[in-house]
């Protein structure tokens, strides 16, 4: 009868520290939704003393983490959760963007891979190790993953647009205006793709389309500094428009584009300097 007594009273603070964690774990969701990031930080601190063996009080400070730009920490978290469920992919894809956000393209590349092995169909762990790829500048297996996770999921605008940027690193001109044009019809209010392929315009000598392309990116977003800064550029090819081109660079400049003040300073007049 004690053994059961004391088996019952074992159990009994099981569950009570099991619901006390989870408590903790909502209550630092609550926060987290909140903008409390520190405030959740703490919450998951206080589940995880209780409950250091639950994987997922781990994925959810690392997210808050995340949110404090404290990518090394959030690696850590990452890494505990990946070593308790080492079954669970989404720790090793958050793990790589982790480690992208810090540069780590490399190993963040091999996360991927590892990711990929247990899920080979997800176009998301494709579109991600792609982009990790384009971090050291591989561009051509870039473009593989890029190609798989379209085939994965033809309909998502962010594929296209990056394999339109491995085409284009790899001179692939005309497909990557493809891409851009088939970004533009999956989310026409973005004004990124059209600046690329104006972009591609302007390296197959088509400046007419390029500055069309550019004042639709602008059109887009009037604060899209590149934009201004590129489409100055290709005005200098038009002596007579000149003071147009010294007008972007100037607007560039003065939405933080750095390369701006120097056009300013090589093309302009003095007092296109000053405010």
């Known amino acids: ?51 250091p063996q639950y994987w ?21 978290d990452y890494n505990t959760a990946f070593d308790i469920q080492p079954n669970f992919y989404e720790s090793l894809t958050k ?4 480690r992208y956000s810090i540069h780590d393209f490399n190993i963040a590349v091999i996360d991927y891979q590892k990711a990929n092995e247990f899920y080979p169909h997800r176009w998301i762990i494709h579109l991600m190790r792609g982009i990790a790829y384009t971090g050291f500048g ?38 990557a205006r493809e891409d851009f044009e088939r970004a533009q019809q999956l989310f026409p209010e973005s004004e990124i793709p059209y600046l690329r392929s104006g972009v591609c315009c302007l390296e197959q000598g088509d400046t007419l389309g390029a500055l069309e392309l550019c004042s639709k990116a602008i059109g887009i977003n ?12 290709l005005l200098l090819a038009f ?4 003071d147009g081109a010294c007008a972007d660079f100037k607007r560039a400049d003065a939405l933080g584009y750095r390369e701006a003040y120097d056009m300013l300073n090589k093309y302009c007049d003095k007092a296109s300097l000053v405010e």
């Open 1 to 51: 009868m004690k053994l059961i007594i004391l088996f019952l009273l074992g159990s009994t603070g099981l569950y009570f520290q099991q619901e006390s964690s989870m408590m903790l774990l909502r209550n630092g969701i609550a926060r987290y939704h909140q903008g409390d990031f520190e405030g959740a930080i703490e919450q998951y601190n206080s589940a995880i003393e209780l409950e």
């Open 56 to 76: 997922r009080y781990y994925m959810y400070r690392a997210k808050a983490k995340l949110e404090l730009k404290d990518f090394v920490g959030a690696v850590q």
């Open 95 to 98: 793990r790589g963007a982790s």
């Open 138 to 175: 591989d561009h051509e297996n870039a473009l593989n993953d890029f190609s798989r996770a379209a085939e994965l999921q033809p309909d998502n605008y962010n594929i296209y647009l990056f394999r339109g940027v491995s085409r284009m690193n790899l001179g692939n001109l005309a497909e």
């Open 222 to 233: 009037p604060n899209y500094a590149e934009a201004y800064y590129v489409r100055g550029k």
């Open 239 to 242: 002596p007579e428009r000149l």
